[in-house]
Nanobody, 126 residues
Framework: QVQLVESGGGSVQAGGSLRVSCTAS????????MGWFRQAPGKAREGVAVIDFNGITNYLDSVKGRFTISTDNAKNTLYLQMNSLIPEDTAMYYCAADDRTIATLYRLKRVWFNYWGQGTQVTVSS
């Protein structure tokens, strides 16, 4: 079955960097759309970044220029490099996967992903 396991979260000061990873198994990773979502306490889960199997990406406006999503198909791993972190980036970060043909332009929505990891916490202090 599909399994997504996140790692790499932690605590960092504002202006710092973190890279979170998601190791996938149980499906053909290179044929799936992949994404990162986040959820802060008391807020809805929001799409942060998505990528398709052609490398086309889409980002939440507030992270553009600071975050980079990427994949390593040989390792079945999804990454999110986060630079210039701010306290507002504090949240639980979730990896997501889906195989439906929906363009990345529209995929920053929870409804377009069927499979989810358990999440990894990112905390940014001021």
């Amino acid at each position: 079955q599909v399994q997504l396991v996140e790692s790499g979260g932690g605590s960092v000061q504002a202006g710092g960097s973190l890279r979170v990873s998601c190791t996938a198994s149980g499906f053909t990773f290179s044929r799936y759309y992949m994404g990162w979502f986040r959820q802060a306490p008391g807020k809805a889960r929001e799409g942060v970044a998505v990528i398709d199997f052609n490398g086309i990406t889409n980002y939440l406006d507030s992270v553009k220029g600071r975050f980079t999503i990427s994949t390593d198909n040989a390792k079945n791993t999804l990454y999110l490099q986060m630079n210039s972190l701010i306290p507002e980036d504090t949240a639980m970060y979730y990896c997501a996967a889906d195989d439906r043909t929906i363009a990345t332009l529209y995929r920053l929505k929870r409804v377009w992903f069927n499979y989810w990891g358990q999440g990894t916490q990112v905390t940014v202090s001021s």
